[in-house]
């Protein structure tokens, strides 16, 4: 939806009623109000746009504040509305109405909901706080630091904090989005395929990779056996509001709840070194370090708060999660090589794939060592 048609459509008395929420004015007018779209260019299927809407109220005195509220529109889908996908559509609505939010850990922030609107159309207007963020690059200590928070946050609940138990909370996540990437599948024709397999390199990644596809079943099984925790499972840099005087309190802020779920340990990790390397934010010449530096924090977190379980079940979550990616990228890589196999980004895929699989391999290596209790 454009900015204009947010404008058109929007009642200005509830504005004016959000916006009260917002500051805490009473009585009070608004002046003037601007609307800016915030989202991201690749959209979740269930996402029409997120907005930041700013204003300045006025009261009966003529004290002035100026206010800002985030709008997100979701947009219902026939093909997502099943609680058991793991993109069901009115996921994050359901978190925000039910209150689960405001019963995470203390340390763990998360944005206030002033407001949902269902409207005639089937659309669901999200109204929530905003709650800032310092807008710079990431730094390896922020990484660092984020994957010790969500260590320390996770543990509570292996430490025995009662798991939500709403129908809608995806107790299969991984499963449920392996099912999706299947759609996506690619197989090259055999001509195409032929030259493709001429590349050593690419042939080694592709053995591997169908030595792997048949662990995927018992994989999933172990996944499901792990202590559960609350996770987030879209843990990444857009998702994670970085904020220095939030941080010197111990404090991570998390938005974008849309895939919240009950699943294994180390799965959240795992799926952030996952996303942060193929949007190249962890360079693939450093994924070695990163990938040390995410599970050594997380575990620290874990420790820092109490959890001593058992390090090799979280490492197989992680390992596995990553892993797990493959079947979303070796398939693009495929499409990619058969366009242009000298482009950057076949390049890349070839790359990030490659790490893929020896993960893969050791993942595979722990699994064969866990005790499940």
Known sequence: MSVQNIAGELDKER?????????????????????KSIGHENKNFVTDGVYRITGTSENIGGERRSWSLILKIVIPDPKRNDPAHYNYWR??????????????PSNLLTPKCYAIDNKDNGYIWLWMEDVGQEVRPWKREDYGYVTEKLGEIQAEYLLGKLL???EWLNRHWMRSWLHECEKYRYEPDPDTREILLSDKRLASILDQYHQFEPWIKDWLAALEQ????????????????L???RQ???????????????????????RFLGLGLSRGQVPVDRFQD?????????????????????EELVRFGYLAAFSLRSLWEVPKMLKKLAQNPDSLE?????????????TAMEAEGIRGRLIFC
């Not at 504005?15 to 609307?35: D, H």
């Not at 996921?91 to 995470?104: I, K, T």
């Not at 010197?248 to 795992?270: C, N, V």
């Open 243 to 245: 904020h220095d005087a």
């Open 226 to 241: 792990l202590p559960k925790t609350f996770s987030h499972q879209d843990f990444y840099e857009q998702n994670i509001l």
């Open 290 to 310: 990163y990938r040390d530096l995410f599970i050594s924090s997380y575990i620290s977190g874990l420790r820092k708060a109490g959890w001593q379980g058992d």
């Open 91 to 104: 996921r994050e609505s359901l978190a925000y109405g039910s209150n689960l939010l405001e019963h995470v």
């Open 248 to 270: 010197r309190e111990g404090k991570l802020t998390l938005i974008d709840w849309q895939f919240a779920s009950i699943s294994g340990a180390g799965e959240d990790l795992g």
């Open 164 to 166: 939500p138990e709403f």
């Open 346 to 358: 076949s390049k890349k895929l070839m790359s990030i794939t490659e790490l893929q699989m020896e």
């Open 15 to 35: 504005l004016l009623q959000l916006s009260k929420a917002c500051i805490g004015f009473e009585f009070g007018a608004i002046t003037e109000w601007t609307c």
